[in-house]
């Protein structure tokens, strides 16, 4: 006989809002370190509308906190270039998201 030669996975379950809270956390740092685009519409539209989310609820920092010394304050440093974006600007750009934009803008008020 044989097994099927299909993997077995021995996870622990994790629990769905970790799991969500962890896949975020990684999806910004990522965005604004090894995924950079130096362009606001070459980002991923929900990655950008969570890092101004995050920021308008101050925990943007703490995503920030377990990253070295040096990859914090590049994330800061880009992080600081997207608020310092003007909504107006970035939405009237080919391609952009224009309703993102009009919130981005009534967050950064």
């Known amino acids: 006989g044989g097994g099927g030669g299909g993997l077995t996975c021995l996870?622990?379950?994790i629990p769905r809002p970790l799991f969500t809270q962890h896949l975020r956390l990684t999806q910004v740092q990522d965005s604004v370190l090894s995924k950079w685009q130096n362009d606001t519409s070459r980002f991923d539209k929900r990655v950008l509308a969570l890092i101004y989310m995050a920021h308008a609820s101050d925990v943007l920092e703490n995503a920030f906190a377990p990253l070295s010394d040096d990859d914090y304050e590049l994330a800061m440093k880009r992080?600081?270039?997207?608020?310092?974006?003007?909504?107006?600007?970035?939405?009237?750009?080919?391609?952009?998201?224009e309703v993102l934009w009009a919130v981005v803008s009534a967050f950064l008020k």
Request: proline share 9%.
């Open 11 to 13: 996870c622990l379950p």
């Open 79 to 97: 992080v600081r270039e997207l608020l310092d974006a003007d909504p107006e600007v970035e939405a009237a750009k080919g391609g952009s998201n």
